[in-house]
């Protein structure tokens, strides 16, 4: 079975400050790994994925993530953080064979506060 | 492209009644998948449909069920609707359906169960 832990469910930072949201996966198969953005009453809108072509994976909005096998971790960062960067980030795994292959196994979610 | 779109984007039923929402997916994508968001539970998978198949379903009762048109359309329906099925119904549209395909998602309908 497959599943996904992001540590801490709040993250504040300061604008031109790094941000890092944390993200564990469990998986049993080799995972595909996604980063989510949402904000206040809209869908998901994706910031990156991570499909065993490059460990390291930049998305947009200047973020990207890091997928390191031996941790199970695919952390997100971003060098400089901007107010608009503050949203709700969810991180999600799926299965890249098999009949369960597409369902998405989200993390909690952490919201990210910036301040000016 | 136009993005996914859905329809009704706010719905207020009373318990013990039926709802149908609706999906469609940008154009050219034959996957369809249905998800719920709560507070409590998060975002939780029901279901996926793939040229009118459902090839996956979540852990979810019976009373959701959805269904997939010729036009890769979808609509989710929920019956005997319960004050716990209140929740954010996002849907997500994909081009073959791999695991590694962006799911690119639509604004969702807010259901509210009273």
């Known amino acids: 079975a497959q599943s996904v832990t992001q540590l801490g469910s709040h993250v504040s930072v300061s604008e031109g400050a790094l941000v890092l949201l944390r993200c564990n996966y469990s998986?049993?198969?080799?995972?595909?790994l996604f980063w989510y953005v949402q904000y206040p009453n809209q869908g998901l809108q994706l910031l990156l994925k991570?499909?065993?072509?490059?460990?390291l994976v930049k998305g947009i909005n200047g973020f990207e993530a890091e997928f390191k096998k031996s941790e199970t971790s695919f952390h997100l960062t971003k060098p400089s953080a901007h107010m608009s960067d503050a949203a709700e980030y969810f991180c999600?795994?799926?299965?890249?064979?098999?009949?369960?292959?597409?369902?998405?196994?989200f993390g909690k979610g952490t919201k990210l506060s910036v301040k000016p | 492209k136009a993005g996914v779109t859905q329809t009704p984007r706010y719905l207020i039923k009373t318990r013990g009644q039926q709802v149908t929402l609706s999906c469609s997916p940008i154009s050219g994508h034959r996957s369809v998948s249905w998800y719920q968001q709560t507070p409590g539970q998060g975002l939780q998978f029901l279901f996926e449909?793939?040229?009118?198949?459902?090839?996956n379903k979540g852990n979810f009762p019976g009373r959701f069920s959805g269904r997939q048109f010729s036009n890769s359309r979808s609509e989710m329906n929920v019956s005997t609707l319960e004050l716990g099925d209140s929740a954010l119904y996002l849907c997500a549209s994909r081009s073959q359906g791999g695991g590694g395909d962006e799911q690119y998602f639509g604004p969702g309908t807010r259901l509210t169960v009273t």
């Open positions: 449909y793939f040229s009118e198949t459902q090839r």
């Open positions: 998986s049993s198969v080799p995972p595909y």
């Open positions: 999600a795994v799926s299965a890249n064979y098999g009949g369960s292959q597409g369902n998405l196994i």
């Open positions: 991570y499909t065993s072509a490059a460990t």
